[in-house]
């Protein structure tokens, strides 16, 4: 399940306005309808439509709510029941004054579908969600008291909003699992999954911790532990990001616009971390060179593209720091890990800094001894919050599904981080490797301007029934990116693998009509890779190369040698080749079908 988007307010302003406006920041998570739910004297109005938000705009504007005081809206992502109308969030009890918002899954639904039922209850969507609401109409108490004895009937991990009619002008929140972020004035509140979503009214606001329960009145917050209502003291936290809704500029999508924002992300992540003289710096994360002495073994945590960036630190910290290291599937771990050696540090790779799969192993990882290093794009989130040190990457809003400059921007971090433990353990900074790295920003601008896809390569992409990424050493973790950005975006099947594997399964797939495209950024494994792709162009593949020239069909150049720096260079043209595929079959680039920018539940 992946992360909607919830967003609701208590005010003086136009209730259906600030909803609308909260949802549509919320918008580039991945969602299929939109609704609101606005109380009024005349009752709850409702409002919701499958499809995008202007959809939902557009039944707002011909249809304009009474005034109203109190309201919640929701962007849902499909789980329980297909995409309708009807499935759609808010959703209501069988009177019609009570409403309730929900990212989530709850796991025991079937059996509360049931009971309800059997209880006479209308049960007018399929989703799991509509059941919390006849679950709150049935429970006795105050709002905060009926949700809390409602999230106890609820497994799973969610997050809650509801409000009833017949409580009073506030709201109640739960957070099992799913971000929630709150703020408020003097006369108002919001609620929001994510803090962006109050950036133009708020420049501070809360955050839920798993276990919270939170009663939002005008003016004033109270939070309470969920299975007892002890009352919770919370910190506030600076909203980073600026009120202005996300715009693409003069860039066909979000996708292409972030791409081509990333020599500045880089930089933006070597900024006082990186100077001219040869030293990694990363106090600012809490790292100071006693800690990184302490550091015997490092245990990478992450999902997707974070786990890519990963695995290519992986091969550095062991190449060049001769630190033992791993990098593992977040969602792998707990089940798989029941010891880590003493000094450990686990580190734990998260754009959104939300991943439910990266946040379990980072509390097993605790509980098993390790010290966290959290490496976030989002020094608020719960991840950041969790960890024993945050490494903020400052890469700004990623609003595309796919990512592009979050994923560089990770490896330019671990690549710091490798340097920095590699100095404290005594083997020293390589200067020309930091000279190149230094110097990639520039370089990736120049390659950008400049660099044009051959057509046949998108054509043949295009048409085929799947495309295979081969690499070597780090190579390997970029050709998985590539076959990621590949599937994502176009929805053809590719695959990637280590290149030695090819003879043991893989070569079986190739022939005229499969494309493979072999990375090839560190030029230790040249001849091995321009062996295995030989073996491929042999068979009638269309071979592709990406930085040495392997001598296959296709060559595509890179203007650096240094490995790490032609690893960030080199995914450039992947994630151009990506998006250019996805075009020419008419798919969607910025919300590719099924899928959302940050996971928040197994």
């Known amino acids: 399940m992946l992360m909607c988007g919830i967003m609701g307010y208590v005010g003086p302003q136009s209730i259906a306005e600030v909803l609308l406006g909260g949802l549509k920041r919320l918008e580039y998570r991945g969602y299929d309808s939109a609704g609101i739910a606005l109380g009024t004297a005349r009752g709850i109005h409702l409002a919701k439509r499958a499809g995008p938000l202007r959809v939902l705009e557009d039944e707002v504007a011909r ?8 309201g919640i809206g929701h ?28 990212n989530g ?21 399929e989703t799991d969600s509509e059941l919390i609401a006849h679950l709150l109409e049935e429970a006795e108490g105050d709002l905060l008291h009926r949700l809390q004895a409602v999230a106890g009937r609820c497994e799973g991990a969610y997050a809650l909003l509801a409000f009833d009619l017949r409580d009073g002008n506030h709201m109640c929140a739960v957070r099992r699992t799913s971000p929630i972020a709150i703020g408020y004035t003097d006369s108002e509140v919001f609620v929001a999954s994510g803090a962006i979503a109050l950036a133009p009214w708020l420049s501070r606001c809360i955050y839920l911790d798993d276990g919270e329960i939170a009663d939002l009145w005008p003016g004033r917050v109270d939070v309470f532990r969920l299975e007892d209502l002890a009352p919770v003291r919370k910190v506030g936290h600076e909203i980073s990001d600026s009120g202005d809704l996300p715009d693409s500029g003069h860039h066909r999508n979000f996708y292409v616009k972030e791409l081509f924002e990333q020599p500045a992300a880089w930089r933006s992540v070597m900024r006082g971390r990186l100077g001219d003289a040869d030293a990694v710096d990363l106090t600012d994360a809490g790292l100071t060179e006693g800690a990184l002495r302490s550091v015997k073994r490092v245990q990478f945590l992450a999902m997707g593209s974070s786990l890519h960036a990963s695995q290519m630190a992986t091969e550095r910290l062991l190449e060049f720091a001769q630190i033992p290291a791993a990098a593992d599937l977040a969602s792998e771990f707990r089940d798989t890990r029941s010891f880590l050696e003493p000094g450990t540090l686990a580190v734990a790779v998260s754009q959104s800094g939300e991943t439910i799969d990266t946040l379990t192993a980072l509390r097993h990882a605790q509980s098993l001894g390790a010290r966290v290093l959290g490496l976030v794009n989002a020094p608020g989130s719960t991840i950041a919050r969790e960890s024993d040190f945050v490494f903020d990457l400052r890469a700004g809003t990623e609003i595309s599904v796919a990512s592009t400059k979050a994923f560089t921007t990770q490896a330019v971090a671990l690549d710091l981080l490798v340097s920095a433990l590699a100095a404290a353990h005594g083997r020293g900074y390589d200067p020309d490797h930091l000279a190149a790295l230094r110097a990639a920003p520039i370089i990736a601008e120049d390659f950008l301007a400049e660099f044009l896809l051959p057509d ?31 599937k994502e975006l176009s929805y053809i099947w590719s695959e990637a693998f280590a290149a030695g594997e090819l003879k043991h399964g893989p070569l079986a797939l190739v022939d005229d009509r499969v494309p493979v495209i072999v990375c090839s950024t560190d030029p230790r494994h040249t001849t091995k890779l321009s062996s295995s792709l030989s073996e491929a162009v042999a068979r009638g593949a269309y071979g592709v190369s990406v930085g040495a020239d392997l001598r296959g069909t296709l060559h595509i150049g890179l203007p650096i040698q240094d490995a790490t720096a032609a690893y960030l260079i080199g995914a450039l043209p992947l994630q151009l080749l990506a998006v250019t595929v996805a075009e020419a079959r008419g798919c969607s680039v910025d919300q590719p079908r099924n899928l959302a920018k940050s996971v928040t539940v197994e």
């Open 456 to 486: 046949d390569l998108v054509e043949r992409c295009a048409k085929a029934p799947g495309v295979i990424f081969l690499g070597r050493g780090q190579d390997v973790s970029l050709a998985r990116e590539g076959s990621l950005k590949l």
């Open 75 to 102: 962007t849902r992502w499909a789980t329980h029941g297909g995409v309708t109308d009807q499935n759609a969030h808010p959703h209501l009890d069988c009177e019609g004054r009570i409403a309730v918002v929900h």
């Open 63 to 70: 249809n304009p709510p009474p005034p109203a005081s109190i």
């Open 105 to 125: 899954i709850i796991e025991n639904a079937a059996a509360l579908r049931e009971e309800l039922s059997a209880r006479g209850h209308v049960l007018r969507s």
